[in-house]
């Protein structure tokens, strides 16, 4: 990211130029992590080293952000529509919003592709990055999802051990269905599992998939997991989140930094990272470190790579 000579320093304000795009940024020397001290300016230093990564999975994808204006220990907001004021080059579109809190009908997505963009974002204290698992097309219109999410959310008295668990028998039982899974952790308390699928089949389709796997693996491992949302049912087990594959739900996107105490984000992992019994969380510095060594983990993701299998109907 070069950056030219600041201007209205009394202001706080910085011009930057990325890739061609000038920028106005606001307060670089903000906090938004108070626990650790982590700044705006480092969270740029973050996304602009794992861009490549992070932007393939953002790729062709609606855009929803949560935005924590005051920092992490301040309230935050959950935004779809872009913002005013937003760049002329931030592509968007516009997309039917089912079930809105706001009863609207549609929102205008930004559709983010390029590092400029992540840039704005983070000038915008946009520190979560949502998206579907479905992606739309050059004219706007909406795809069936491209692949299948398994949202693994430990109750009270489970952590990342119990999730690793349940990881290891939803992987066992997608490749028996020919389905290869990439494993995540969240940034937060539990973890992610991804596979590509042909994008030949709805999302009700993956979802229904996705809920007799929940199932199936709560019948097996009743002590470990559970499959309906009631969060009585969830002390000591894992909610396997069947729902995150409806196609008006968003997850966080992998390599998302995450609005928690702590300056973490959303890392893929390696399946032997995951027997490791002290499996943690990873902050923004060893993320970038890793993708710095190791490249990305998801690249059997990203946009042009082969397509997966269909999912068994029944």
Avoid: I
């Avoid at 491992?221 to 087990?237: E, F, H, I």
């Amino acid at each position: 990211m070069a950056q030219r000579p600041a201007q209205d320093p009394g202001h706080g304000d910085t011009v930057v130029d990325v890739e061609g795009r000038r920028l106005r940024l606001r307060r670089l020397e903000k906090v938004l992590y108070p626990a650790t001290g982590t700044t705006k300016a480092e969270v740029l230093a973050y996304v602009t080293a794992v861009a490549p990564a992070l932007l393939a999975q953002l790729r062709q994808r609606p855009l929803t952000r949560r935005r924590w204006p005051d920092g992490v220990r301040g309230p935050s907001f959950v935004e779809k529509n872009v913002p005013r004021g937003v760049p002329d080059w931030v592509r968007s579109v516009e997309l039917e919003t089912p079930g809105s809190t706001r009863d609207r009908e549609t929102a205008r997505y930004p559709l983010v592709d390029d590092l400029a963009g992540l840039v704005w974002l983070v000038n915008l204290a946009a520190l979560e990055l949502h998206v579907p698992q479905w992606r739309v097309g050059p004219r706007g219109g909406t795809r069936h999802p491209d692949r299948l999410v398994v949202d693994l959310d430990p109750g009270e008295g489970a952590g990342l051990a119990e999730c690793a668990a349940v990881a290891r028998a939803v992987r066992a039982r997608l490749a028996a269905d020919g389905l290869e899974c990439h494993p995540v952790t969240s940034g937060s308390k539990g973890l992610q599992l991804y596979a590509a699928v042909s994008g030949e089949q709805s999302a009700d389709v993956l979802r229904g998939y996705a809920h007799r796997l929940a199932e199936e693996l709560e019948r097996d491992r009743p002590d470990l997991v559970v499959s309906r949302m009631t969060k009585a049912l969830r002390g000591g087990r894992v909610l396997l989140d069947w729902s995150q594959n409806n196609a008006a739900k968003t997850t966080v996107a992998p390599y998302s930094p995450r609005g928690r105490e702590r300056p973490c984000a959303a890392a893929p992992r390696t399946w032997d990272e995951l027997a490791d019994p002290a499996l943690r969380q990873l902050t923004l510095a060893e993320v970038a470190d890793r993708y710095a060594r190791e490249g990305d983990l998801l690249a059997a993701l990203a946009p042009g790579a082969d397509p997966g299998p269909r999912v068994p109907t029944s």
